[in-house]
């Protein structure tokens, strides 16, 4: 069946949910101005499943439009009651790189419980290349969440602040290969003689996908 914005559209409308998420869905078929146009009904959706999935295409078809993306995606990431809606605003925002929402997201990063929303902020202000994340992402580095502590070590690279590098060497030790592994690659972003000593120390890792990253930046 071919889909049209008028099929789409019809699916966007149905009572069924089912159809609802299935029309959000087939809006990737569509040109993206076409479906930054229809996104904005199923965006305010009753089901959270359908919010989800049509905030998470925000990240993309947000580019159509940067203001009114702004303003969608922040009333979502203050004021959505589903957790991993909030997640998704904050990936959206971030890839975006919409910097007028750093504050909100560091707001939101030292109040909420949840780690979803944590983590997602955390990887959203290394992407924005926002120089005040750098204060934010020391934190999360000591969050007891290992999966915060993993994200913020790749956004510290991302960012490229080189205060991070003397904050990245205790992990080079870190029994979490993965940790590991993404201190490699934060390093080799970050640049400076000092990386590259430290760079060496990881290119004897013994675990294999570890040393060879680390050698491949040397």
Do not use: C
């Not at 940067?66 to 979502?76: C, D, K």
């Not at 007028?100 to 924005?128: C, H, M, R």
């Not at 690279?157 to 990245?168: H, K, N, T, Y």
């Amino acid at each position: 069946m071919t889909i049209t914005p008028e099929s789409v559209q019809q699916l966007l409308s149905s009572d069924d949910f089912g159809d609802r998420l299935r029309g959000v869905n087939q809006l990737r078929e569509l040109p993206p101005v076409i479906a930054f146009e229809l996104i904005q009904v199923p965006i305010k959706d009753s089901n959270s499943r359908v919010r989800y999935a049509a905030v998470s295409q925000m990240a993309t078809l947000g580019e159509q439009n940067l203001e009114t993306s702004y303003q969608i995606l922040h009333h979502h990431l203050l004021n959505d009651p589903e957790i991993d809606v909030q997640a998704a605003a904050a990936d959206a925002l971030g890839a975006l790189k919409l910097k007028d929402a750093f504050d909100d997201l560091q707001n939101l990063y030292n109040t909420t419980p949840e780690w979803l929303v944590k983590l997602s902020i955390v990887a959203a202000v290394g992407v924005i290349e926002e120089p005040r994340a750098f204060d934010l992402l020391e934190i999360a580095l000591q969050d007891d969440n290992t999966l915060i502590q993993t994200v913020a070590i790749s956004a510290l690279g991302e960012l490229g602040d080189r205060r991070a590098v003397p904050l990245l060497v205790p992990y080079i030790t870190n029994s979490d290969w993965q940790i590991r592994y993404r201190v490699a690659q934060a390093l080799s972003r970050l640049g400076g003689r000092e990386v590259e000593t430290l760079l060496k120390q990881l290119a004897e890792d013994e675990v294999e996908i570890v040393a060879k990253e680390a050698r491949a930046q040397l």
